[in-house]
């Protein structure tokens, strides 16, 4: 036994210096219910000693059974064999004299199966050794009577192995010929391996359907549907079912944790994720599984892993990296210093089986492994990964259109490692006349469209290659597109580089409109470039905008060069208001920042006076736009809408549809928290078909796929809503925005929860909380551990789910509504209780009746209270005397009476008339429960009025009770034909039968117990 192990009250002491055989048969079985791992496995070695020393054969044969059992399911099954074999001589000798000898028999021929699989895992273990004990296998199993089909199976193993294609599929066909019987394994692992066959083989469709069964959850045992899951990954990437890959990788791994037996299956979530280009995450896999590294290992399964492990290894050296990654010994190692070890051990034990098999088939499918390039350029997995530098601004924040687009999905398409090198086109302007392709890149530039910028570069490559020197003006505006690219990319030394020689060339060619104009820009600029922030002087704008307006006066300058001033007013002054949040400087108070937001209205509201001066409805678009931004980022996102229409019918009077990007990105938004969600998902379709249309704009799609997201969720149209939400996630992964992926991943597990994906759901959870606790707010965060723990519920993790309504609760508590500190209370109460923690589940509903108690809540704190009742009449099970037990029956009679009076309180005073038929339905369970618990007590003489108290409020609320009504009534026949007469029974159920007719409802219980008196 471990040193650190310490005994519970209620377990059996295992160094106990004297044992009788049922106290060490208790012993064993109590063994087999701890967690698989060396502890569970050294603590069954003690009771097998202690098992030799009494001598008992059947308490000996039993023990050895345990230790087997403890070296399958904690990765040490090569040290079975010996101690089958002794197992094998005491059945021998002692078999037919045992006491439970029918069960031993079955237990003891059903570990045949393990031993050939651990015999062949053993390099040093010759194949004439384990072909033999295969023929003793088929020798016994016949003798005892049993079918072949268990031998046929192993010997297909063997064949597989060694890499005998012919004689595996005879093996395989004769397997599945044969019946199922007592010593098949299971269906679920049966088709493991014939799946793992089929695709090996080239049939992923036949795989697939081999373990449908399984992946959907019709069959599972204790390796299953979790080896299952890791099988399929592969298969279903060659099929480009990603959904479903993805899926089976968030099930899968979350089903994997601490079985460090599955090694095979651990390698291939890390092959998996290096082949859809996640190798991150499998680096975050392997660091989270240290101890896959550590002895004691099955050789060829640590082999299996191994080679997946150096696939991911030998892509990121591979790929240049130089990372510090985990690996054994317990700590980190260099990526190639890895590498080079792992692949040392690979030689070694792939060397030694074939050496023992006298092939090269084992080294080769190490190799083959290894050798892989990815399936998939990059599949989105939606757990959180390491972040990435963000590259993105939120929406409110982005430029205005006429930057770069960027895609909002990876591209899924398989295609190889590495590129050759793509041979420079021909020049497609060559017939083309110059002066032609200058006037198109003047036209694009005067609209702001968004090719503008590869026109002129298509004129920069012509004019270059014809020897043409370009005017002063088209240099300038050459200067200024590639301006606008350098802002794009944030490279701000640049951008003031070339917006200064765009000033230059202007004021030389003549142009001294557009230079102030463009002096306005590069102002803006600078104050960018600085790392910290420093306002513009204002006198420097105004002084510039003073200028335009002088020369626009004498003919000199445009309409446009004034409003591109006027806008650059507006931008500074926006900036004011993006101070002080994250920093020291500048606006920290609110009354700083009103004060910010109302000179930024003011800026705004100028520009908008010169857009209309000056007939420009492209300035006065953008007017309306920053007008939107200022009353959303003023919390009132009804008052943009207007603004927003506006803008979109300017810029489409202005012939600039592309330009209605942002303002259909921000209606979007304002549309949702208006709570308009079919208009929301309209304004978010429209911004990515303009995307779509004109990809050349910068396009902070994930935020538009987040508001989606929720819009269509709002419809309740959740598979769109998970569509929108995966592409959120991957935009937002893919360019660095922690908060955007940390929405994005509640929104998508909320979605697939309401689609009944609760592995996937609460898979996605488990990996984002903690960037959800980064960078979202409180309530979001509850919400997130409540939907966490309602799916792990579900999935029967009834203790993980308890610790996720109390974490939540713990942060609930400070809310200034106390409702939902209540109800998760409440929830943590069901979950302790369903996982068998009584006095836990006792004090988090009392809790929770404390706080529902000071609330309008009636019908939660009745529901609370008969759930306290309950928790709390469990304790007269454990009590010793009948007084006590007649105490406990008291509590829980009042608790049940004080559910009773809050709803008849409530039904009274005439509050909750909405709620009228809910109250009805409660006060008529109470009673049904109450009629329960006297049942339960042995007190059912005194059930009777409750039962029928019960039957007449459910009958007065069908057919929506017609379940209820149908167990009711059934209760109240029992306890007539037990304390009354058979006739008046017969009688109850069959008016119950008619009621229940009349309300175009079944009876199913009473018609089957009304069957039952009549016999």
Known sequence: MSSTHMPSTSEPAFHQMTWTPEDLRAALEANENEPPGRARSVRAETLLAAADKLGDPETQICALHTVIEAYERGGESFRSPVLFSRLLRLWDRHGKTLRDASRLEYETHWVFKWMTSDLLSVPEVPLATVTGFVDEMERRYRLAGYGMRAVHAQRFRIAEHLGDTAQAEVHFGRWLSADRDLMSDCRACEHLTQGVWRAENGDDLAAMRLWRPTVENEISCLDEPASTLAASLKPLLRLRRYDEARSNHLRGYRLLRGHVELRTAFGRHIEFCVLSGNGERALEILAENRRLFDPPYEPLDYLEFLSCVALLLRSRVDAGSTAIVAGPEGRDWPVAEL???????????????????????????????????????????????????QQFQKPEQAQQPGQAHEPDQAPLAAVPAQREPVAEPPDPDADTDFYDLLAEARRLFNVAHPSAMKMWERVAIAADRRGIVLDLEAQAQLAEERAAEALDREDMDRAVTLLGEAVERYKAGGLEGRAVAVQARRLLAEALQKKTYEPIPEQALAALYATARVLQARGLAEPEDILTVRRAQAFEARRTTEVGADTDTGTGTDRDRESAFDHFAASVEALLADAIEFDVPARAAAAHTMRAEIAQRRGRPEESVPELLAAIALYDRAGRPWANLHPNMLLAQAYLASDRDADAERAGLAALDIAERWPEQRFPAGYTRQVLANATGGQGRYTDSAEHALHAVGWADRHGVPDLAASARHSLAFAYEQLGRDADAAAILESALPEMIRHLDDPTVVNARWALARCLGRLEDYRGAAEQYLLAAS??????????????????????????????????????????RALPDPINLAKTLRALAWVTFGESEETAHDIEREDVLDQVLLLFAEAAQVL???????????????????????????????????????????????????????????MDYDFSEQMVAWLLDRYGSRDAAVERLREAIAACTEAGVEAVRCVAFLEQLGD
């Open 339 to 389: 590498l080079a070890r792992v692949r040392s051990e690979i030689d070694d034990l792939s060397g030694r089986f074939d050496r023992r098999n006298g092939t090269k088939v084992v080294s080769a499918r190490v190799a083959a492994t290894m050798d892989q390039t990815w399936l998939v350029a990059e599949l989105p997995l939606i757990v959180s990964q390491r972040p990435r530098p």
């Open 811 to 852: 942060i609930a508590e400070h809310f200034p509504q106390q409702g939902g500190h209540a109800m998760l209370a409440a929830s943590a109460g069901h979950a302790l209780r369903a996982a068998g923690l009584a006095d836990e589940a006792r004090r988090a509903f009392d809790r929770a009746v404390i706080l529902l």
């Open 904 to 962: 008849e309180t409530a039904e009274a005073s005439g509050a909750y008339e909405r709620d009228a038929q809910v109250i009805a339905y409660e006060l008529a369970e109470t009673d049904d429960q109450l009629a329960r618990l006297h049942l339960n007590a042995d007190l059912s003489d005194k059930a009777m009025p409750y039962a029928e108290r019960a039957a007449a409020g459910f009958r007065a609320l069908l057919p929506h009770s017609a």
